[in-house]
T-cell receptor
Framework: ETGVTQSPTHLIKTRGQQVTLRCSSQ?????VSWYQQALGQGPQFIFQ???????GRGNFPPRFSGLQFPNYSSELNVNALELDDSALYLC????????????FGPGTRLTVT | GENVEQHPSTLSVQEGDSAVIKCTYS??????FPWYKQELGKGPQLIID?????GEKKDQRIAVTLNKTAKHFSLHITETQPEDSAVYFC????????????FGKGTMLLVSP
Protein backbone atom coordinates (compact mmCIF):
# COMPACT_ATOMS: atom_id res chain seq x y z
CA GLU A 1 0.00 0.00 0.00
CA THR A 2 1.18 3.50 -0.83
CA GLY A 3 0.70 6.43 1.52
CA VAL A 4 -1.59 8.17 -0.97
CA THR A 5 -5.16 8.58 0.24
CA GLN A 6 -8.25 9.72 -1.65
CA SER A 7 -11.74 10.71 -0.61
CA PRO A 8 -14.50 9.92 -1.04
CA THR A 9 -14.33 6.28 -2.13
CA HIS A 10 -17.52 6.42 -4.16
CA LEU A 11 -19.71 9.27 -5.36
CA ILE A 12 -22.95 9.48 -7.31
CA LYS A 13 -23.84 12.77 -8.99
CA THR A 14 -26.42 14.00 -11.47
CA ARG A 15 -25.56 15.40 -14.90
CA GLY A 16 -24.84 19.14 -14.69
CA GLN A 17 -23.71 19.06 -11.06
CA GLN A 18 -20.22 19.84 -9.76
CA VAL A 19 -17.92 17.54 -7.81
CA THR A 20 -14.75 17.90 -5.74
CA LEU A 21 -12.38 14.98 -5.17
CA ARG A 22 -9.53 15.05 -2.66
CA CYS A 23 -6.06 13.53 -2.46
CA SER A 24 -3.33 13.46 0.17
CA SER A 25 0.13 12.73 -1.13
CA GLN A 26 2.66 10.32 0.28
CA UNK A 27 5.06 11.71 2.86
CA UNK A 28 8.03 13.38 1.19
CA UNK A 29 6.24 13.82 -2.15
CA UNK A 30 5.54 17.32 -3.47
CA UNK A 31 3.95 16.56 -6.87
CA VAL A 32 0.42 15.31 -7.48
CA SER A 33 -0.94 14.03 -10.79
CA TRP A 34 -4.57 13.22 -11.55
CA TYR A 35 -5.75 10.52 -13.96
CA GLN A 36 -9.13 9.38 -15.24
CA GLN A 37 -9.61 5.64 -15.75
CA ALA A 38 -12.64 4.56 -17.74
CA LEU A 39 -13.83 0.97 -17.36
CA GLY A 40 -11.51 -1.45 -19.13
CA GLN A 41 -8.99 1.25 -20.07
CA GLY A 42 -5.65 2.50 -18.84
CA PRO A 43 -5.46 5.72 -16.82
CA GLN A 44 -5.48 8.96 -18.84
CA PHE A 45 -3.53 11.99 -17.62
CA ILE A 46 -5.66 14.98 -16.59
CA PHE A 47 -3.09 17.35 -15.05
CA GLN A 48 -0.17 17.61 -12.66
CA UNK A 49 0.43 20.01 -9.76
CA UNK A 50 3.80 21.07 -8.46
CA UNK A 51 4.46 23.93 -6.03
CA UNK A 52 0.75 24.71 -5.99
CA UNK A 53 0.65 25.39 -9.74
CA UNK A 54 -0.64 23.37 -12.67
CA UNK A 55 2.41 21.88 -14.33
CA GLY A 56 0.98 20.27 -17.43
CA ARG A 57 -2.46 19.20 -18.66
CA GLY A 58 -3.71 16.38 -20.81
CA ASN A 59 -6.56 16.51 -23.31
CA PHE A 60 -9.30 17.49 -20.87
CA PRO A 61 -11.61 20.54 -21.07
CA PRO A 62 -11.36 23.55 -18.71
CA ARG A 63 -14.31 22.31 -16.64
CA PHE A 64 -11.71 19.98 -15.10
CA SER A 65 -9.68 22.09 -12.68
CA GLY A 66 -7.55 21.53 -9.64
CA LEU A 67 -5.71 22.94 -6.68
CA GLN A 68 -2.68 22.00 -4.68
CA PHE A 69 -2.26 23.17 -1.10
CA PRO A 70 0.90 24.06 0.87
CA ASN A 71 0.87 20.60 2.49
CA TYR A 72 0.95 19.12 -1.08
CA SER A 73 -2.57 17.70 -0.86
CA SER A 74 -4.73 18.34 -3.90
CA GLU A 75 -8.30 18.68 -5.16
CA LEU A 76 -9.82 17.84 -8.51
CA ASN A 77 -12.95 19.79 -9.42
CA VAL A 78 -15.26 18.91 -12.28
CA ASN A 79 -18.03 21.31 -13.29
CA ALA A 80 -21.10 20.65 -15.43
CA LEU A 81 -20.80 16.89 -15.08
CA GLU A 82 -21.53 14.76 -18.14
CA LEU A 83 -22.44 11.07 -18.29
CA ASP A 84 -19.02 10.33 -19.86
CA ASP A 85 -17.31 11.67 -16.74
CA SER A 86 -18.29 8.44 -14.98
CA ALA A 87 -14.93 6.80 -14.21
CA LEU A 88 -12.36 5.97 -11.55
CA TYR A 89 -10.36 9.09 -10.69
CA LEU A 90 -6.85 8.36 -9.53
CA CYS A 91 -4.34 10.60 -7.93
CA UNK A 92 -0.64 9.82 -7.87
CA UNK A 93 2.12 11.47 -5.91
CA UNK A 94 5.82 11.69 -6.67
CA UNK A 95 8.91 13.41 -5.35
CA UNK A 96 11.03 16.14 -6.82
CA UNK A 97 13.75 14.66 -8.98
CA UNK A 98 11.64 11.61 -9.86
CA UNK A 99 8.30 13.08 -10.82
CA UNK A 100 7.54 10.31 -13.28
CA UNK A 101 7.95 7.65 -10.55
CA UNK A 102 4.32 7.90 -9.47
CA UNK A 103 2.52 6.14 -6.65
CA PHE A 104 -1.24 5.86 -6.90
CA GLY A 105 -4.02 6.11 -4.38
CA PRO A 106 -7.03 3.77 -4.35
CA GLY A 107 -9.14 6.14 -6.47
CA THR A 108 -12.59 7.67 -6.28
CA ARG A 109 -15.34 5.97 -8.28
CA LEU A 110 -17.59 8.67 -9.76
CA THR A 111 -20.94 7.74 -11.27
CA VAL A 112 -22.89 10.41 -13.16
CA THR A 113 -26.57 9.68 -13.76
CA GLY B 1 2.08 12.66 -28.46
CA GLU B 2 3.18 9.35 -27.04
CA ASN B 3 1.21 6.20 -27.89
CA VAL B 4 1.65 2.94 -25.99
CA GLU B 5 0.36 -0.35 -27.37
CA GLN B 6 0.06 -3.39 -25.06
CA HIS B 7 -0.43 -7.07 -25.89
CA PRO B 8 -2.08 -9.39 -25.19
CA SER B 9 -5.28 -7.96 -23.72
CA THR B 10 -5.89 -11.18 -21.79
CA LEU B 11 -3.49 -13.95 -20.76
CA SER B 12 -4.37 -17.22 -19.05
CA VAL B 13 -1.63 -19.43 -17.60
CA GLN B 14 -1.34 -22.35 -15.24
CA GLU B 15 0.23 -21.84 -11.85
CA GLY B 16 4.00 -22.21 -12.15
CA ASP B 17 4.13 -21.17 -15.80
CA SER B 18 5.78 -17.98 -17.04
CA ALA B 19 3.86 -14.98 -18.37
CA VAL B 20 5.11 -12.33 -20.79
CA ILE B 21 3.39 -9.03 -21.57
CA LYS B 22 4.70 -6.80 -24.34
CA CYS B 23 4.44 -3.06 -24.99
CA THR B 24 5.58 -0.76 -27.77
CA TYR B 25 5.89 3.01 -27.61
CA SER B 26 6.05 5.66 -30.29
CA UNK B 27 8.07 8.57 -28.87
CA UNK B 28 11.81 7.94 -29.00
CA UNK B 29 12.28 10.63 -26.32
CA UNK B 30 10.59 8.43 -23.70
CA UNK B 31 13.11 7.26 -21.13
CA UNK B 32 11.18 5.80 -18.19
CA PHE B 33 9.01 2.69 -18.40
CA PRO B 34 7.08 1.55 -15.30
CA TRP B 35 4.78 -1.44 -14.89
CA TYR B 36 1.73 -1.37 -12.65
CA LYS B 37 -0.46 -4.12 -11.20
CA GLN B 38 -4.08 -3.25 -10.54
CA GLU B 39 -6.27 -5.55 -8.50
CA LEU B 40 -10.05 -5.26 -8.50
CA GLY B 41 -11.23 -2.17 -6.67
CA LYS B 42 -7.72 -0.84 -6.07
CA GLY B 43 -5.42 1.75 -7.56
CA PRO B 44 -2.45 0.76 -9.75
CA GLN B 45 0.57 -0.50 -7.79
CA LEU B 46 4.05 0.16 -9.14
CA ILE B 47 5.77 -3.23 -9.33
CA ILE B 48 8.90 -2.57 -11.38
CA ASP B 49 10.34 0.11 -13.64
CA UNK B 50 13.23 0.55 -16.03
CA UNK B 51 15.09 3.56 -17.35
CA UNK B 52 16.50 3.94 -20.83
CA UNK B 53 20.13 3.48 -19.75
CA UNK B 54 19.39 -0.11 -18.66
CA GLY B 55 18.44 -3.09 -20.83
CA GLU B 56 17.06 -5.42 -18.15
CA LYS B 57 16.02 -5.27 -14.52
CA LYS B 58 14.97 -8.09 -12.18
CA ASP B 59 13.17 -8.21 -8.87
CA GLN B 60 12.60 -11.75 -7.60
CA ARG B 61 10.07 -13.38 -9.98
CA ILE B 62 9.56 -10.25 -12.06
CA ALA B 63 11.82 -8.88 -14.80
CA VAL B 64 11.52 -6.13 -17.37
CA THR B 65 13.49 -5.84 -20.61
CA LEU B 66 13.85 -2.78 -22.82
CA ASN B 67 14.85 -2.52 -26.47
CA LYS B 68 15.19 1.20 -27.26
CA THR B 69 16.07 0.62 -30.90
CA ALA B 70 12.84 -1.28 -31.51
CA LYS B 71 10.93 0.86 -29.00
CA HIS B 72 9.49 -2.03 -27.08
CA PHE B 73 9.65 -3.33 -23.53
CA SER B 74 8.31 -6.45 -21.86
CA LEU B 75 7.29 -7.73 -18.43
CA HIS B 76 8.26 -11.29 -17.53
CA ILE B 77 6.74 -13.09 -14.54
CA THR B 78 8.18 -16.50 -13.69
CA GLU B 79 6.68 -19.21 -11.47
CA THR B 80 3.28 -17.53 -11.56
CA GLN B 81 0.98 -17.84 -8.56
CA PRO B 82 -2.80 -17.31 -8.29
CA GLU B 83 -2.16 -14.03 -6.42
CA ASP B 84 -0.47 -12.71 -9.57
CA SER B 85 -3.92 -12.58 -11.17
CA ALA B 86 -4.69 -8.91 -11.87
CA VAL B 87 -4.64 -6.32 -14.66
CA TYR B 88 -1.14 -5.20 -15.61
CA PHE B 89 -0.42 -1.85 -17.25
CA CYS B 90 2.72 -0.65 -18.94
CA UNK B 91 3.46 3.06 -19.25
CA UNK B 92 6.01 5.39 -20.80
CA UNK B 93 7.27 8.83 -19.78
CA UNK B 94 9.70 11.39 -21.12
CA UNK B 95 10.57 12.59 -17.64
CA UNK B 96 11.17 16.16 -18.67
CA UNK B 97 9.12 19.20 -17.75
CA UNK B 98 5.91 17.78 -16.42
CA UNK B 99 6.20 14.06 -16.08
CA UNK B 100 3.04 12.48 -17.39
CA UNK B 101 2.67 8.73 -17.77
CA UNK B 102 1.07 7.39 -20.97
CA PHE B 103 -0.49 4.00 -20.27
CA GLY B 104 -1.26 0.98 -22.38
CA LYS B 105 -4.77 -0.48 -22.29
CA GLY B 106 -3.85 -3.23 -19.89
CA THR B 107 -3.49 -7.02 -19.81
CA MET B 108 -5.75 -9.15 -17.66
CA LEU B 109 -3.62 -12.00 -16.31
CA LEU B 110 -5.44 -15.05 -14.93
CA VAL B 111 -3.34 -17.67 -13.14
CA SER B 112 -5.22 -20.92 -12.61
CA PRO B 113 -4.25 -23.25 -9.75
Amino acid sequence: ETGVTQSPTHLIKTRGQQVTLRCSSQSGHNTVSWYQQALGQGPQFIFQYYREEENGRGNFPPRFSGLQFPNYSSELNVNALELDDSALYLCASSRQGARNEQYFGPGTRLTVT
Amino acid sequence: GENVEQHPSTLSVQEGDSAVIKCTYSDSASNYFPWYKQELGKGPQLIIDIRSNVGEKKDQRIAVTLNKTAKHFSLHITETQPEDSAVYFCAASKGSGYSTLTFGKGTMLLVSP
